[in-house]
């Protein structure tokens, strides 16, 4: 049983932190993730949300970038 927390508990962790590096709601996810460990998988596919007054996407590869940028760190060609 206390195998079953730990290993919730980790997949939870894992959960929130990818959530939060693609623009997600790390709690939300944490609980998800911690019910339905299989569920990180979902956050691997989900596509980066791009936030308001923080990024925007490169007119070139259309990936996010920060707003601030004058140079795409993925295809190298000024914004």
Do not use: N
Not at 18 to 23: S, V
Request: aromatic letters at 8%; one cysteine or more; hydrophobic letters at 55%.
């Amino acid at each position: 049983m206390i195998r079953w927390i730990i290993i919730c508990a980790v997949f939870g962790i894992v959960g929130s932190i990818l959530a939060q590096k693609k623009g997600r709601s790390q709690i939300l996810w944490f609980i998800l993730c911690a019910i339905v460990p299989l569920l990180v998988i979902a956050i691997l596919l989900l596509p980066a949300i791009a936030a308001a007054g923080f990024t925007k996407k490169c007119p070139h590869c259309a990936e996010i970038v920060k707003e601030d940028a004058t140079m795409c760190k993925y295809c190298g060609m000024g914004l």
